[in-house]
């Protein structure tokens, strides 16, 4: 996975969206969305973070959660063939 920096989106470090075949996405509209939809995960699990460890939670355990939702997503359209 390829990085690369955007200035414009909160300075966030953003991929080189690859398709299937390994080969960048062209299309800006897709690249956009994509971008918009993890800066919003980004958002959502840094404000979950802040605030499990302003009521007192384990700074780790939270991080473990995060990563164990990520690791447990169903793959997506796995019934169609």
Do not use: H, Y
């Not at 909160?10 to 969206?17: F, G, M, S």
């Not at 971008?35 to 699990?45: A, F, G, S, W, Y």
């Not at 939670?57 to 995060?66: G, K, S, Y």
């Amino acid at each position: 996975m390829v990085i690369k920096r955007e200035k414009s989106d909160k300075d966030a470090e953003l991929p080189t969206w690859l398709d299937a075949d390994g080969i960048p996405l062209g299309c800006l509209e897709k690249i956009k969305v994509l971008n918009e939809n993890i800066l919003e995960i980004r958002d959502m699990c840094q404000d979950a973070l802040e605030d499990a460890v302003l009521m007192g939670c384990d700074e780790r355990q939270i991080r473990n959660v995060l990563s164990q939702i990520i690791k447990t997503l169903q793959e997506p359209f796995e019934n169609e063939s």
